[in-house]
């Protein structure tokens, strides 16, 4: 987990995370997650969605534009990210919020999504306590992280070790566990596809200057491997001292 002050900045605007999804595509089984987790949100046919930290809207943009009787609030930190949702101009209400303080009622929710966000959050439990607090009891939740071996061998490379976060493929399922009575996980592999050596290091400098200056130089184009997990999470759990939801 990253200061607040360094998440901020890393998404003051959209570029970096815009160019981070992009060299992004399928692993060998041929399953691209944004692609999954948009199917997944789909097939539930939801009324209402609340999307936390939904950056450039991709995923906002392509839900409502299958269910458009379906309310879609996109929130996101970065204000930036929330006028690029608003852009998208599918049917989508976007607005500047933090996650862990949605605004919306107990409950409003069939689904809320926090797609590749949940390892910046300061207060994690807050934030999925939150995603409890807005859902159904019949609601559900997903989350998407990232796996341990992500970009691994590029990691390796530019020589550091493989990047741990506060919510990853191997430690979501306890700690969503702590709120919601069932959760189930779809791993994927990916893999990322860089043009060149500076491809790679336009890369990992969106992430950290240091690793970019790290990268030795390679020749040609290069493929490294990452690894994602989809979370389910449904059966919310009562809040502590709140009650039955
Ligand atoms: C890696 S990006 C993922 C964006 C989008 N979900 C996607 O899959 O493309 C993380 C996003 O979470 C937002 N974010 C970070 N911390 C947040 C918080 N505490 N509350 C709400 N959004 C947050 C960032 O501004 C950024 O847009």
Known sequence: MRERSVVAEQYATTDRLTQRIGIWGPGPDGIDPVIALRDAVIALEPHRVVEMGCGTGLLAAQVCRALPECDYLATDLSPAMVTATVATGATVRAMVASADTLPVADGWADVVIAAWMLYHVPDLDAVIAE????????????????????????????????VRTQFSAENGAAVLGRRFSQVHRQDIRTEACFTDHAAATAYLATVDPDLAAGLPWFDGPRRDAGFTTIFTATGPLPMPGRGPQ
Do not use: K
């Not at 995603?131 to 550091?160: C, I, K, Q, W």
């Open 131 to 162: 995603a409890a607090r807005v859902l159904t009891p019949g609601g559900t939740f997903f989350a998407v992280t990232n796996g341990d071996e992500h970009l691994a061998t590029l990691l390796a490379d530019a020589g550091s070790g493989p």
